[in-house]
């Protein structure tokens, strides 16, 4: 009977493993793309007009599987964060273009931005290997975060 209990309980537990998906442990990829408009004397374009940061439009164009997670005014710091997260590239190996578009209300920046950021994934690791915004590179670039200063024209 004891046998009988220690074999019914271990492939219970076999059970429970195998049928985990990889999805389960896959912790997801985040990237945050910090972003400053200033004009032509340096001042902050939020600063001069904080009711129209959250009527700024963020998209992400590709990939299809990724998603924005989070927007914030950082009021300390005046730069906008944008936060892209994706749990299926960290299980595949190959290059990802992620494409975000950037629409600013009147009075903020007269132009969209469009931010593109390559990585690299292999064998569960990023690497970064380039960032532009509107074919400019960006102030700072660390592994999981993109800085850009845009001067509002």
């Known amino acids: 009977m004891y046998y009988s209990k ?11 493993l195998v049928s985990c998906k990889e999805t389960c442990d896959t912790t997801p990829f985040n990237f945050h793309c ?3 408009v200033v ?3 340096d001042s902050s374009s939020f600063k001069k007009k904080p009711d129209q940061i959250y009527k700024i439009v963020t998209n992400l164009l590709e990939p ?4 924005i997670v989070n927007f914030v005014y950082l009021e300390n710091y005046d730069y906008i964060d944008i936060q ?3 749990y299926t590239s960290n299980i595949k190996n190959g290059i990802v273009i992620y494409v975000l578009e950037i ?17 690299k994934f292999e ?17 700072y ?5 993109i800085v850009f200063e845009m001067k509002n024209k």
């Open 6 to 16: 220690c074999i019914l309980c271990f492939i219970s537990i076999i059970f429970f």
């Open 141 to 145: 670039m660390a592994e999981d975060v």
């Open 39 to 41: 004009g032509e004397d």
């Open 64 to 67: 299809r599987n990724a998603k």
């Open 123 to 139: 064998m569960n690791q990023s690497h970064m290997i380039s960032a532009f915004c509107n074919d400019k590179e960006p102030k």
């Open 103 to 119: 629409q600013y209300p009147n009075g903020i920046r007269i132009s969209k931005d469009t931010i593109r950021v390559e990585y």
């Open 34 to 36: 910090l972003i400053r």
């Open 84 to 86: 892209v997260q994706e």
